[in-house]
C-alpha cells in the first residue's frame, strides 16, 4: 500500500487518528509502565454542552456562506476545540472547554473566507483557521481575552486540486485539501507531492504551509516551505498573491512571510507546490551503528557529500531498544545499538542505494536488510497512537522537537534530555527520554525527542515544567525553538527569545498592516504589542 | 586556473571590470555596428570636482570610524557614484554628478556600522551602502529629496573570513568581502562557496545577500539566498541576527525577509554561509540543438528528473549566431541552432556527465566536445568588459533578466522580444535581441536577454522606453521583473505592481520599524509611503 491509496481519517476528538484503528498496548510494555509508578486515569469527562453563540454573530456570518455552513451544536464546536498535544488531551479528557469556538463556519471560496475576515473584524470577533486540526503546540487555542467571541473557519469544503500543470510540474491546491486526498489526485495523473509528516493522515495543505512542515520524505523531498512556489492569503485588509516565478531577486521573498504564519496575518487559501513524478520503485532498509555518535557521522556524510535516500532517519540507542515503531513489539527490546533507516523511492533506484550503502558501510554500519525498513515504513503514521492508550494507564508521553547545525547536535541532544531527566525526575517521576534524527541537511539536522514518564497529580503542571526546562535548554544551547511543530502559543517565550525582541516587532508591524484590529489567531505565534 | 584564482577587481569608475583588460571590438563587430547605424560618441567628459560636505558632518563620523576613515574627496566620491548599468554608464559619461555621495565612510567592525547608522539617522542624512558597487539596476542611486547629504558607507574593511565550521560546512564572512577573496580563504581550507555571478571579479559577499544574487554554477550550488543560513544585520534601531538551524519551523523565515532587502532595512555586516568540499575534477562541454524549443526542453528534464550539470546554460539562436561567449570571434557567426553548455565540477563527475549525455541526446542535443565549453568557461566573466567598447562605438548594449515558470517561459520570451524590437525600431533604432536560460529549477527558468543597436541622440531615453516596453510585457505574460539583478530604483515600478498594494505595505511596516527615519537607502526597493 503506498501513500495514495491511505484514506482521509476523520479523527475522533480528544483522541489520536483513526478511531477504527484504537491501538492497544502489550503485556510488557504496561509491566515498564508499572515500574515507572503509571496508575490507570479516570476515563475521561463526557463531551460538554456550550453556550449557544448570538444569534446576531450567526446571522451575519449565515448570510456570507449560507446557514447549513454555520455550525453552532456543541459537538461540531467539541471537535474544533484545540489540537493533539498531550496538555490538548489532558484538557479533552478533564471536559476544559475553555478554548471551544463559539461557532464553526465553512467557507466554500476564497473570496467567502476573504468576507468573512472582513466581516469578523468589523463585528470584533476573533477567527482561528482550521483545517486539519493537527497542531501540537496550541495553535489552535487563540487568546480569547477582549474579543466577544471565537469564530474557527474550518477550510474542509476548499478541498479541490485547482490545476496541474504537467509542463512545469506545479499543483495549485486547495488548503483544506487533506494529505491523503491531495496524493490520490495527483498519483491519478501520475504525480506525488511527497509530503507525508507523522500528521499525515489527519493533517492539510494549508496546514503544512502555516506552520512550515516537513515530512518523513524530507530528505528526498525537502520541505513543505522547499515545495511552494506561489500562495494566495486572505487577510482582513484584503488578498496577496505571491510567486510569478520559482525563484526571483525582486525584493524579500515574502512567500516566505506568509509559510509559517501560522494564521497570525490571514487564512492561506491555496498554494502552487511543486510536484514529481510517483515513483515506481520502494525500498526500505535498515542498518545498525555501534553508538549514536558513528551513525550520527554517516547520516553527516550523506547529507553532505550524498546520494541522499528519500527517508533518512536514525533513532539513539534508547529510542532503538523501545523500537517505537513497532507497536506489536514495544518494550520488547531491540537489536540494540542505533538503528537507522534508509528509504528509495523513484526510479532506476538501484545505484543510489548501492552507493548510500558503500558510505554507511565505510562508517561503520551494519546492513539489517529490508525487514526493519519495511516494519517502519508500515508503522510510520502509528506512533501518535500509542499516546492515547499510554495515557490512559497514567502514562505521561510527549514529544519535542529542534534542529541545529551538525557541530551544535551532540551538545544539543544532551542538554535537552539532561534537563528532561532533571525537571521530571525533581518532580518524583524519573522519564525514559528517546531521540531520533530524521531530518537531515547539509549543514545540520533535527532532534526528535520523546518522553514517557508515569503522571502526576497534575500531569498538564508537570509536563510544563519540563517542557520549560528542555526550551531553555535549546535556547543556551543554540537549537531553534522548533524544526517542524511551528510556534503556537506553547513556543512563543522559547521563539521571542530566539529572534529578539526587534525582530518580533517587525512582525506585529507586518500583522497591524494586514490585520489591524488583530482578529487572526490572536496569541498565536506573535506576542501583542507592548 | 580556477574561480579561487582570480584577484579581486578594482574597477575603474564609468568602465566595468579590471582597467588593465580592456577589450577591443573585433573588426566584424565594427561592421555589424556601423550596418545598424551606430557612429563612435564623444569622449566621457573629466571626473568632476565635488563640493566639500558639511564640516559638522565629516567631524561626526569621524569620531566613529577615525578621521582616516570618512573620505571627503571628489576622486573617491565619485567612484562611489552609481553602478554599473547602461544607463549608470551613460551618466558617468556625461558627468552628472546627482549621485554622488557628499562623503565615504569606512567602517571597520559591525559596532561602527550599526554606531554610524544611528548617528546618520540622528543627523538627517541618506545612507547607501556600499560594497562591490556593481550594481546594474540603479541600487546606489538613493531619492536624496528631503536629506541634507548622502554618505555612502562602505564596507571595504570588513572583509575577513570570521570562522569557518568544517563539520556543519559553513563559513561565517563579512559582507566586504569580495568574491574571488572569499573563494581564495575558502580555498586554502579546501573548500568552496561556489557562487559565480559575472560580477564576481568585483562583487562582495553582502551584495549577494542584500540582491538575491544567482551566480553560474547555480545549477550545481544554489542560488546565494540558499546558501545563507544565519545573518546578521545592523538597522537604526538595533541588531538583528537570524539562523540558530539550517531550517526551522519557528515562524515565517525572516532570514528571507533581509535577503534581497537591498540595504532599505539596514545593512547586513555578515552572513554565514553553506560551503563545500573544492571540485577536483571539472570539465565544460558544448552542446548543440537544432532550435530553442528543442534546447528548452533538453534543459528542463535536467533539471526535472535529473542529474543536472554544475553549469547548465542554453542561448537562443541569435545569441548562438553572436556568439558572445567569445569575443575574439565576436560576430564571426557560431555553429548555427543553439548552443548550449553543460559544467560539471565536483568529484566523480564520469557517471554525472554520462547520464547527461544520455538526456540531452535523446532530446536531440549533438555533442560539441569541451571546445565551447572550454571557451565559454576562459570567457565567462569577459562579456561586460564588450559593454564599454561598444558604446564607445555609439552602440547601445543593455541587458536584463528575467524568470517563469517553464509553461510560460515560451510566451514570456516571445513578449519581450517582441516589446524589445518594437520600441527600439519605432525609435529608428531596429535591435539584435539575444536571449539565454542560465538558471534552471524543477518548475522553471530564467530568461537573460541582451540588446544592440544604435545609440539614438539621447540613449538613455531610448533605453528606458525600451526597458519600460519590456518590463510591460514581462507582467502581462507572467514572469518576475528581476530573477537575479534585484529592484533598485529601476524596477520599482514593475516590482510594485508584481507583488501589489497591500505587499508593498506590508514592506513599509517592516521598514518603519527598523529604520523610522527613512535614513537607509531611500527610494531603493521600496516606495515612501504615500
Redesign the interface.
Known sequence: MSESDLPVVRMAHGRWGDPARETHLPAAALDALRHLGARPMPPAAPAPELPAPADALVTALAAIVGAAQVKTDSETRWRHTRGYSTPDLLRDRAGDTTDAPDLVVLPGSHDEVQALLTACTELGVAVVPYAGGTSVVGGLAPDRQGYDAVVAVDLARLDQVIEV?E????ATLQAGLRGPAAEAELAARGFTLGHFPQSYEGASIGGYAA????GQSSAGFG?F?QMV?GLTVA?P??????G???????????R???????GAFGILTSVVV?I??RATERVFEGWRFPTFETGLDAV?RLA??GPLPTVLRLSDEAETAINLADPDVLGSGGPGGCVAICGFEGSRIGTRRAEVAEVLQAAGGEPLGEGPGETWRRGRYNAPYLRDPLLDEGALVETLE???????LPGLKAAVTEALVKALSDQGTPPVVLCHIS?V??????LYFTVLCAQTEDPIAQWARAKQAACDAIGRT??????????GTD?RP??EA???P??I??????K???DPARTMNPGI?IPPPS
Open positions: 500543470d509542463i512545469s510540474r506545479t506552520t512550515r512542515s516537513s520541505r516551505d512556489v487577510t485588509r484584503g488578498t496577496i498573491q505571491l510569478r516565478a520559482p525563484h526571483s531577486a525582486a525584493g524579500p521573498d515574502l516566505q512571510l506568509f509559510l509559517g504564519s501560522e511543486r514529481r513524478p553527516r553532505q557529500d529542534t534542529a541545529g547545525f551538525w557541530s551544535a531530518h541537511y547539509e549543514t545540520g539536522a533535527s543554540g537549537g531553534t525553538i522548533t524544526h517542524h511543530h511551528a510556534v513556543h522559547g521563539y530566539e529572534i529578539g526587534l525582530a516587532e517587525v512582525l506585529q508591524a507586518v497591524s498592516v494586514l505565534l
